[in-house]
């Protein structure tokens, strides 16, 4: 593999400036021929949708200006769209029964929500913070912002918020003991 | 000593009755056809028997596939033995889901190979555009109370026995009745034909029949004792487990 | 600008897949015209250092297979690789017959994958979607992880898709459908 695309590979999957210094320790060469490789790599991009952006001691990808209406509405849309059901169901997850953590937000959906949540962070519904139990894990829970615009000043004025979390501890631990005794039966035949 | 259990198989390294099939055949490098089927239809319920606990729901997947092995093996030792057409289309349907299944693990190990070595990383969650505080028009507390609710009502269900099972069961133990007539029917068509060399293989329908009988009453249902089977049953001592290569 | 680089720029931008009916929207174009657009970026990415993913509804861009190595260094999380042979047959079948139903995948597989699926799509393998031809189910499918996972642009590069599914259609709709409508009135009644 070349240089130049090993450098793209990287730019893209950091998403953010690397310095010439890092990628030189990542890709084991020197920093001249980091330099090189982004030389070319800023010619193989020169007429595309993604240019490669370079300081002196850093470089970054980043869209080529003629899109950046493009971008916009890309953003416009994104925070006007309706949050739809999955969008739904996560915030009120963690509006109900919150703060709570990744895991435990997908175990009670049953789906991967990297996704959704990223969404809903970016849209400022909810929010996150270091999880005290966990520190490569996060607690999601939602903002000032949201109740307001819901009009209430506390979750305890969620309708039906004490049935809804006492329902949801009994079917929960009825289906996590469940679940459990399926995986067991499951596992043990593969 | 029978054969079958110097295969040495370990309870649990099956899945469900048609991986179970699947291994069977395979480990005697068998093709699917009517005559495999037939030969090793009293080990899986052998294999059956000896799995002492199977999920309550999983015992008539197990009990139904083994109804369909028994017609097989009667219509292979009885060949006088005429079938519906449903039954036909259920042993032809045995084999063709036996063969898919067969491919379809044939596939499996080629995405072994590649799962999670040379990976595309889609990256990217760092790449964070600012937060705006953006709600959508579907967002009210309403919408927010029907959805906590709907996640709720879809949280993996406390375990109910389907009805639907539990009437199969029951019809299978009339099918099994009425088999049975049908053989011994078809006995006295055929008694010349059928020497005495084949006396045992006789006695391994009516074992096998025992043997579905009893998975029966270990499933679903207490199934009740038909006076039929009792017949059977007087032989039972006699007859010992059959001999099948 | 042409169609191709304003998809590679709203995919970098995104960083995460898109409905090709979200991209037809904000381009203001044709499912089609974005399908196009799709093929075209996916063969000038063909070897470069990003790729284009592609399954039936959504476009992404990834790392290039080739760089995977150098890429993983650089993850904090640890992933968690083992499916076991359960996993892996009921992965195969979503993936070369897909989209399906529960009850197209347990009468393939001949056992209850309620626990299986839930696995699968909590690690982000597979989605499901809602069951146009049935409200109260679902249909599953492969997800651009998982094609990214495979190292696969797209489903297209397993071997014997074509035929797999064809097969699938043809012989097995009969036997199918016969089965699956035992088994919805089993689930009406549980």
Redesign the interface.
């Given at each position: 593999m070349n240089l130049s695309h090993s450098l793209e590979?990287l730019l893209?999957?950091?998403?953010?400036p690397i310095t010439i210094a890092e990628l030189s320790k990542i890709l084991k060469c020197s920093e001249n021929e980091i330099r090189l490789g982004a030389e070319e790599l800023s010619e193989t991009l020169s007429s595309r949708g993604i240019r490669l952006v370079r300081n002196e001691d850093e470089i970054s990808l980043a869209t080529a200006p003629e899109v950046s209406s493009i971008i916009e509405s890309l953003?416009k849309e994104e925070?006007?769209?309706?949050?739809?059901?999955a969008?739904?169901?996560t915030?009120?997850?963690v509006?109900?029964?919150g703060p709570l953590s990744k895991s435990e937000i997908e175990y009670?959906?049953?789906v991967n929500s990297?996704f959704i949540l990223?969404h809903l962070?970016?849209?400022?519904?909810i929010s996150r913070k270091e999880n005290p139990n966990d520190k490569r894990g996060y607690l999601y829970a939602t903002?000032i912002?949201?109740l307001s615009?819901?009009?209430?000043s506390s979750l305890l004025e969620?309708?039906?918020l004490q049935e809804?979390k006492k329902?949801?501890q009994e079917?929960?631990s009825?289906?996590k003991a469940?679940?459990q005794?399926?995986k067991e039966?499951?596992e043990?035949?593969? | 000593m029978n054969e079958h259990q110097g295969l040495n198989f370990k309870s649990?390294?099956?899945?469900?009755?048609?991986?179970l099939l699947l291994d069977l055949i395979e480990r005697r490098k068998l093709h699917i056809n009517d005559v495999s089927l037939a030969s090793i239809t009293e080990e899986y319920i052998e294999r059956v028997s000896a799995r002492k606990?199977?999920?309550t729901?999983?015992v008539a997947?197990f009990v139904l596939?083994a109804s369909t092995l028994l017609l097989i093996k009667s219509k292979s030792l009885l060949p006088h033995l005429s079938l519906t057409t449903e039954e036909e289309s259920d042993v032809k349907?045995l084999e063709?889901?036996l063969k898919?299944?067969e491919?379809?693990?044939s596939?499996?190990p080629?995405?072994?190979e590649?799962?999670?070595?040379?990976?595309?990383?889609?990256?990217?969650?760092?790449?964070?555009?600012r937060?705006?505080?953006?709600?959508?028009?579907?967002?009210?507390?309403?919408?927010?109370?029907?959805?906590?609710?709907?996640?709720?009502q879809?949280?993996?269900?406390?375990?109910?026995?389907?009805?639907?099972?539990v009437e199969k069961i029951i019809s299978l133990e009339e099918m099994m009745e009425n088999l049975a007539k049908r053989i011994e029917k078809s006995f006295s068509m055929s008694f010349k034909e059928f020497s005495k060399a084949h006396a045992n293989e006789k006695k391994s329908v009516i074992v096998g029949f025992l043997a579905l009988l009893e998975l029966v009453k270990q499933g679903v249902l207490s199934v009740a004792q038909k006076e039929h089977f009792d017949d059977i049953h007087i032989q039972k001592d006699s007859v010992g487990i059959p001999e099948y290569n």
């Open positions: 590979a893209y999957f950091k998403g953010e953003e925070r006007e769209k309706d949050l739809g059901r969008g739904l169901e915030l009120a997850i509006a109900y029964l009670t959906r049953g990297s990223r962070l970016l849209r400022g519904l903002t912002e949201l615009h819901l009009g209430i969620l309708p039906e809804i329902e949801f079917k929960y009825k289906a469940k679940e005794k399926e039966s499951e043990e035949s593969s | 649990g390294e099956f899945e469900g009755p048609l991986d606990e199977l999920p729901g999983e997947h596939i349907n063709e889901r898919f299944l491919k379809i693990r596939l499996s080629h995405l072994k590649r799962l999670f070595v040379t990976p595309m990383y889609l990256g990217g969650l760092k790449r964070s555009s937060i705006v505080f953006s709600p959508s028009g579907d967002l009210s507390l309403s919408s927010l109370s029907v959805a906590i609710r709907s996640a709720i879809s949280l993996p269900l406390v375990e109910k026995l389907p009805k639907a099972i």
